[in-house]
């Protein structure tokens, strides 16, 4: 399995999610964010249904309108946690998800349950306990502050709904083709993207992508929506879900890099949180490994 593709897919994550991030900061609708994501989804995939043969399969044509449920709410909890906390909090988390695919295969996907992966476990909660805490308000040079709780809790929905779809995808793809599995997939999410839009009893007095929010929304959209058809087509392709988010997950890692580097959160303001979220980031890249390689 061409483990580079995932490896590409977690750089352009934190890339895209950083223009995002940008975005909301400057003032973009939530909702608006989630559904120009979407859409971007549902482009990207739409042409591998000229470059890619499928079969009709009922089960599987249905499972692949269940993987785009499960997407479309698992994209609404990572733009909640986006929108809640810093990137280098929110984007590491969602490495959980490598573990809950670990579990998920052993119990769908007839895959053993090992003591490495109960450890990797264990060491991924103090990992996500590390990446929760927040810079103190007062100032204080030894003080880090409160934990997150909505970032990390909206987090880690979104990396178990994401582990549902990836489990969906391995289960169900190659017996449709991905031709006609992903397509159907992202379809099935565009048509969902509307109900973001049901309870819209919100404030149209502001414009919901403010001038200066623009550019970076659509440039982090596109950049999301193609990393996210990546990986979902390597695993349609090659299977092997599990291996593909242990590379995947270090977008964590890159997440809290770029936030150092290009600002715009605490990392970038705070010498002290960089430093724990790089080491939360880098104990749940170990937690995943030592989960996976005692599969």
Not at 68 to 90: N, Q
Not at 143 to 161: E, I, S, V
Not at 178 to 205: N, R
Request: a positive charge.
């Amino acid at each position: 399995m061409p483990l580079a593709l995932p490896l590409l897919a977690s750089f352009l994550y934190a890339v895209g999610s950083w223009g995002l991030k940008l975005g909301l900061r400057r003032g973009a609708a939530p909702r608006f964010v989630t559904a120009l994501s979407n859409l971007a989804m549902a482009g990207w995939s739409a042409p591998l249904v000229l470059f890619f043969p499928g079969k009709a399969h009922q089960p599987g044509l249905l499972a692949a309108a269940l993987a785009g449920c499960t997407l479309f709410l698992g994209r609404v909890c990572a733009i909640r946690a986006l929108s809640h906390g810093d990137l280098s909090h929110a984007t590491p988390i969602l490495g959980t998800k490598t573990v809950f695919v670990a579990l998920l295969t052993s119990l769908f996907l007839n895959e053993k349950l090992t003591s490495g992966l109960m450890a990797g476990a264990v060491l991924t909660s103090l990992s996500v306990a590390l990446l929760s805490f927040t810079p103190s308000a007062s100032g204080e040079t030894r003080a880090l502050g409160k934990m997150d709780r909505p970032t990390t809790l909206w987090a880690l929905l979104a990396a178990f709904l994401f582990a549902v779809t990836d489990i969906i995808v391995q289960r169900y793809a190659r017996l449709v083709g991905v031709g006609w599995f992903q397509p159907v997939m992202f379809f099935t999410l565009a048509l969902l993207t509307p109900l973001l839009f049901t309870s819209a009893k919100q404030t149209i007095a502001s414009s919901p992508l403010p001038a200066e929010s623009r550019w970076p929304i659509f440039l982090g959209s596109g950049v999301i929506g193609f990393q996210t058809s990546l990986v979902i087509l390597v695993i349609g392709i090659f299977g092997h879900a599990t291996a593909t988010n242990v590379v995947y997950a270090s977008r964590g890692l890159w997440a809290v890099l770029m936030e150092g580097v290009a600002g715009g959160g605490a990392a970038a303001m705070d010498r002290r949180i960089l430093i724990l979220r790089l080491t939360g980031a880098a104990l749940l890249l170990a937690a995943v490994a030592l989960a996976v390689g005692s599969l």
